[in-house]
């Protein structure tokens, strides 16, 4: 079974709204820890927001919110206000603990494409 | 502060050839990764390490060696090169704390004809 799903394979959005890109996670780790990564089309990897499996509110940096539901295992990431320079891949991952270290598993990403 | 630097950018190799993939990071991160990313997959983690002189497989190790003798260093050798290794590698590094943030290098593209 995958660890991380990501359905939207592409998304739409026109800017200045917002949008959601969907993320859901599969552990029997109690402690874990979520991120996403941007990648822009010159390739790297960008780091957007972190959420903690013990961590009560959502995260938030900026424009990027990150949805978190524990009980349904997803983490969304809500960008408000969507600019052009949002367009990019969009990846979620997964921080475990096997055997006493730390591994991140990434989902598939979602391509975001912003219009004006 | 450099953060992850990796080397070559580019690559072209013939089937069968070897090579090396560099990787330092300036951070003292214990941690540091090794990731390939193929398009529709997602980035891959291929080996780690917790610390100088102690590695691991990940998901796709075979084909890949690693090792590290230092704190800054982690290099990943292809050992014969297959067109299947056609990809792009990165590496991470991250700290210890809790959040295991992970830092990447801009990645390098191999080709493998």
């Known amino acids: 079974a995958q660890k991380i799903t990501q359905t939207q394979p592409g998304m739409f959005v026109q800017e200045k709204e917002a949008v959601t890109l969907d993320c859901t996670y599969d552990?029997?780790?109690?402690?874990?820890?979520l991120f996403w990564y941007k990648q822009p089309s010159s390739g790297e990897m960008i780091f957007l927001i972190y959420?903690?499996?013990?961590?009560?509110q959502n995260a938030t940096e900026g424009r990027y919110s990150l949805n978190f539901q524990k009980a349904r295992k997803s983490a969304n990431l809500v960008i408000s206000a969507s600019q052009l320079g949002d367009s990019a891949m969009y990846f979620c991952a997964m921080r475990e603990w096997d055997s006493g270290y730390s591994t991140l598993t990434f989902g598939k990403g979602t391509m975001l494409l912003v219009s004006p | 502060n450099a953060g992850v630097t990796q080397t070559p950018k580019f690559q072209v190799l013939k089937t069968g050839q070897s090579m090396t993939l560099q990787c330092a990071q300036d951070?003292?991160?214990?941690?540091m990764s090794w990731y390939r990313q193929d398009p529709g997959m997602g980035l891959r983690l291929i080996h780690y390490?917790?610390?100088?002189?102690?590695?691991d497989q990940g998901e796709v190790p075979n084909g890949y060696n690693v090792s590290r003798s230092t704190t800054e260093d982690f290099p990943l050798r292809l050992l014969s090169a297959a067109p299947s290794q056609t990809s792009v590698y990165f590496c991470a590094s991250s700290s210890g704390t809790s959040r295991h943030e992970q830092f990447f290098g801009p990645g390098t593209r191999l080709t493998v004809l």
């Open positions: 390490s917790v610390g100088a002189g102690i590695t």
């Open positions: 951070m003292n991160h214990e941690y």
């Open positions: 959420q903690g499996s013990y961590d009560q």
């Open positions: 552990t029997s780790d109690p402690s874990y820890g």
